[in-house]
């Protein structure tokens, strides 16, 4: 079993930025691709960002390209969600997720992907 701990999350202005963190334990962290996803009040589940396990093959959603960056930390356990220049769109409850991947270089942007989840941490962002 792989359980997954976001934190990070939190209120901030608009323009701000915050730092997401999602530990993983119980398997090995490097074995896994990892994935960063946002749901808003109302809307569905979205996809943010991938990486794979081995770190060295990202992936982005237009929405935040260029915005915000995923990297992870195989030594620490650890995945993270850097996001910058933050809207109040912006807001939302974010989740971490993980998938056993059989590949090094692999990311995978679907939910469906994922067998692993975190309970989320909720983004504020103030205007």
């Known amino acids: 079993q792989v359980q997954l701990v976001e934190s990070g999350g939190g209120l901030v202005q608009a323009g701000g930025s915050l730092r997401l963190s999602c530990a993983v334990s119980g398997r090995t962290f490097s074995m896994y691709a990892m994935g960063w996803f946002r749901q808003a009040p109302g809307k569905e589940r979205e996809f943010l960002a991938a990486?794979?396990?081995?770190?060295?093959?990202?992936y982005y959603a237009n929405s935040v390209k260029g915005r915000f960056t995923i990297s992870r930390d195989n030594a620490k356990n650890t995945v993270y969600l850097q996001m910058n220049s933050l809207q109040p769109e912006d807001m939302a409850v974010y989740y971490c997720a993980a998938k056993f991947s059989p590949s090094t270089n692999d990311w995978y942007p679907f939910q469906t992907n994922y067998g692993y989840w975190g309970q989320g941490t909720q983004v504020t962002v103030s205007s």
């Open positions: 990486i794979s396990r081995s770190g060295g093959s990202t």
